[in-house]
């Protein structure tokens, strides 16, 4: 693992090269090693967000600012004189247009949306701070609430959770109308009308990210999934009996590997699914591992050797049953667990580069161990919510080439640190010769496929064929 303190690039960090889960993991346990990664975190939300996850799956205490208690602090405790309706026995289940307390360890505020006969609801957060609010939250003054005092509905937040997670019912409460006009003019992209909601966020440094992020966690351990999850103690023992009566012993003993080598990682079990292969041999799907928003599904081969043909059909069919993975990793016991991972897109057809041909499915990694094979795939994976909560400032216009030509710059400054660190002279010297102005051929490149310019005239701005000569 990296140490962070001797990251290359670090001590300026720039606030859009953010650290790798191995770095914050550095962080959470020696602070003391992990100054600069400190500092961007300090200026970073996004980052400071996955810090706090990352803690919590390592057993550290948060730290008294820890986003995820201050949303607690904010939107869990009742007015004075309201302690009956915390100690209030559940009496039946939800109904829509109630106010419940849900949670396990802690509590929250939500309005019950709708009661679905499988046993989930769809629930929008509550909470006292309306300071929370922002265009996607309905204000609701104190008269209108059970509570006597004014609340936040945070419909941005809107969620299923499981019945299992409600606590005691607080009171009924009308928003329909308002909810249901906010979901609509979020659709339609302009703001509600006729409804009391609260500032914009504009700016990515706004604080009511870092309160929404939080407050995705806390629910989302709520979820039927999670619920079912880590319902009780004799639920899990359950499933580590069954995972022991289903795999060999030797992949108990790479799960404890790989959990050793990469900060936050979980292994859980999953429903069997076999599908047979030539020859006799059979793929089956044994562990679904995951780390932050990033699923990789373990499939083992039995029998013997296989076409990439026809396990890539058997992944696609697998992973219709566990939506959620981007990933598949197909293993070999008798082969010393020698590994091919497939991402979702790499099942697919594509088009090579540098000549435009078609290609059929292939592994992204493969010839490695299992463990090893994860953990180069954790260590380099994208969370989704990075992804989609990430902010963009446009007061400035677009400047596409701009863009693109940065994020190349970054990727080929990344690949020439990975030469600086590789032991292996060819290696060094081949990552390091990155060709000069590499960037803005990708800049070119990129700019001639949105303006939908041929194929091969695209891929002549990249001018890969002269660099290889």
Known sequence: ????????????????VHPTSGELGIAARDPERAAAILDHIHNCVACRVRLARISRDLGFEPPDNDSLQRVLAASSPLPDGLGELIRAERDGDPQPGEVWRVGRDEALLVWTRRVFD??????????????????????????A??????????????????????????????LHKEVNEVMTAVREGRRPSGVPVGPPIEDDSDRRIEYRQALRDFLSELTPDAWAE????????????????????????ATELLIER??????????????????????????????????????????????TSEI???????????????????????MNWLTSLFTSSSLRQAIGLPHGADIGPQAVFEGHH????????????????DLTEQLVDRKDGWDLRRVVSAHAEAAIEAVREQGRRAHQ??????????????????????????NNHPADEALDELGLEEDLR
């Open 262 to 307: 990469v900060d936050g990682v979980q292994c859980r079990t999953v429903d069997e699914y076999s599908s047979a292969l030539n020859d006799g041999a059979s793929a089956r799907a044994v562990l679904k591992v995951s780390c932050l928003d990033t699923a990789v599904l373990i499939v083992m081969i039995e029998g013997g050797p296989y076409e």
């Open 145 to 174: 609430t059970p509570l006597a005092t004014k609340l936040a509905a945070m419909v941005a937040l809107r969620t299923h959770i499981d019945l299992g997670a409600f606590i005691n019912r607080i009171g009924d409460l009308d």
């Open 1 to 16: 693992m990296t140490d962070a303190s001797n990251y290359p690039g670090r001590n300026d960090m720039a606030a859009n």
């Open 230 to 253: 880590i319902t009780s103690a004799e639920v899990q023992l359950a499933g580590e009996r069954q995972f022991a009566e289903k795999s060999p012993s030797r992949l108990d003993g």
């Open 312 to 334: 890539v059909e058997a992944c696609k069919k697998m992973i219709q049953h566990e939506n959620d993975v981007e990933a598949v990793a197909v293993t070999i016991p008798g």
């Open 425 to 450: 002279a060819a290696k060094k010297a081949a990552w390091q010769a990155v060709p000069a102005g590499l960037a803005e051929q990708v800049a070119r490149f990129v700019d001639a496929v949105v």
């Open 118 to 143: 499988d046993g989930i609801a769809d629930v929008v957060p509550l909470v006292l701070d309306i300071e929370l609010a922002d265009d996607e939250s309905v204000l609701v003054g104190a008269d």
């Open 370 to 385: 299992l463990v090893d094979t994860l953990a180069k795939h954790f260590d380099g994976a994208t969370t989704v919510w």
